[in-house]
């Protein structure tokens, strides 16, 4: 699987990045495109979240001093945000109920990514090599390819092209299995 040789430090500020980017341009979205535009948002947080799930707080919890309470509060902010979208998945995308959780939800993933950068990334960078970053890097970078965020092509209730958004936890609980049934081989 090609991979581009960046470190686990380097892919997660980009990939907080593009997320911010996201969830900060979405009201601009014509309102006919907003269904697109957040199934784009949710397969970038699934595919992320669950890549660093695989990946970063392991391997956090493995070698950073006090590794296991930062991984803990941090993944507390991801189980918040993923509560938030599978809540999300009942209303219309232009309806004022959705647009007040969008809002909460934009809130969470940014304090989310900015806990992450000022206590995860920096325990990480300074419990590994550079040599074990760039690793880390090619093993995030694999693990999020294979997460899935499209159901099965042949779900019969899946309206063609559209990203299935119901049910959200079953998004993330497949994504999660594919990640992990391809490390246990
Ligand atoms: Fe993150």
Redesign the pocket.
């Known amino acids: 699987m090609t991979t581009t040789g960046a470190d686990l430090s380097t892919l ?1 500020h980009q ?2 990045a593009t ?1 911010k980017t996201l969830l900060q341009g979405f009201e601009a979205v014509p309102v006919s495109e907003r269904q697109r535009a957040f199934d784009d948002i949710v397969g970038e947080l699934v595919r ?2 669950v890549a ?1 799930e695989e990946v ?1 707080y392991p391997t956090l919890r493995d070698k950073a001093a006090n590794g296991n309470a930062i991984a803990d509060a ?1 993944i507390a902010e ?1 189980a918040k945000a993923e509560q938030l979208l599978s809540d999300m998945e009942h209303d219309p995308v232009n309806e004022t109920a959705f647009m007040a959780k969008f809002h909460q939800l934009r809130t969470a993933v940014l304090a ?2 900015e806990a ?1 950068e000022s206590t995860a990334l920096p325990a990480l960078v300074a419990s590994v090599t550079p040599d074990q970053l760039r690793q880390l890097g090619e093993r995030y970078e694999a693990a999020k390819k294979l997460a899935p965020t499209h159901p099965h092509p042949n779900a019969p209730d899946a309206p063609p092209g559209n990203l299935m958004l119901g049910p959200v936890a079953a998004l993330f609980d497949r994504a999660r299995d594919a990640v992990r049934g391809v490390r246990s081989r």
Request: charged share 40%; glycine share 0%; no cysteine.
């Open positions: 997660l990939d907080h997320a992320h979240e660093e970063l941090r991801q989310h990514a992450e």
